[in-house]
């Protein structure tokens, strides 16, 4: 069965430096990647996502992520971190015909 | 007022009491899911209804029971809940299933629920 494992469940950093968030799934032919973001409060909303095409995608508030077929890897990076990027952080995938898993998510602190 | 909302926002109940969770989508979207989110661990899939019919019940136990009398509305009925049940219930909503299954989900705000 497809998963998602999203190494670090916490990680503090002090604002405007930059940060990654880190995802691994198992391997698979033809998978669909995703990034989402909760902030306090709310629900999850949409950051990122890969379907195919370009291996480095652009989302919304400067976050952007890497497919890394080779290492089966999504990691989501900010070169430049605000307070207001505080939230959790849920990376998901899906392989062709399958259902949206979805990791266990990476709090993001960022601090003054 | 956002595009899908959850009432209520916290739920505190008994284990022999019945309860509902309501949500209301603004979107005119035809597909909308129920997750359940629990502490440290991930997102769970509970029920998929499209064009309100319901298409995915994820081995959900029966004590948890989907309605879905049109597009806009999505219920989940409770009754009979144990305390491992507390979790935050996640509404979303998408366009269609094949919106859904590109990850373009709408989620609520959840209905925070505490089962004693």
């Known amino acids: 069965a497809q998963s998602v494992t999203q190494l670090d469940s916490q990680v503090p950093v002090f604002e405007e430096a930059p940060v990654e968030l880190r995802c691994n799934y198992s391997?698979?032919?033809?998978?669909?990647l995703f990034w989402y973001v909760q902030y306090p409060n709310q629900g999850l909303q949409l950051l990122l996502k890969y379907l195919s095409g370009s291996t480095l995608v652009k989302g919304i508030n400067g976050f952007e992520a890497e497919f890394n077929k080779s290492q089966t890897s999504f990691h989501l990076r900010k070169p430049s971190v605000h307070i207001s990027d505080t939230a959790e952080y849920f990376c998901?995938?899906?392989?062709?015909?399958?259902?949206?898993?979805f990791g266990q998510g990476t709090e993001l602190s960022v601090k003054p | 007022e956002t595009g899908v909302t959850q009432t209520p926002r916290h739920l505190v109940m008994g284990m022999t009491n019945k309860k509902s969770l309501k949500c209301e989508q603004h979107l005119g979207h035809n597909a909308m899911y129920w997750y359940k989110q629990s502490a440290k661990k991930p997102l769970e899939l509970m029920f998929v209804y499209n064009f309100k019919e319901q298409t995915e019940n994820n081995s959900v136990p029966s004590r948890f029971s989907p309605e879905c009398p049109n597009s806009s509305h999505l219920f989940l009925h409770l009754h009979t809940l144990q305390p491992e049940d507390s979790a935050l219930y996640l509404c979303a909503s998408s366009q269609d299933l094949t919106s859904g299954m590109s990850g373009e989900l709408f989620f609520g705000e959840g209905s925070r629920l505490t089962v004693l």
């Open positions: 998901a995938v899906r392989r062709q015909g399958g259902k949206l898993i």
């Open positions: 391997s698979s032919v033809s998978v669909y």
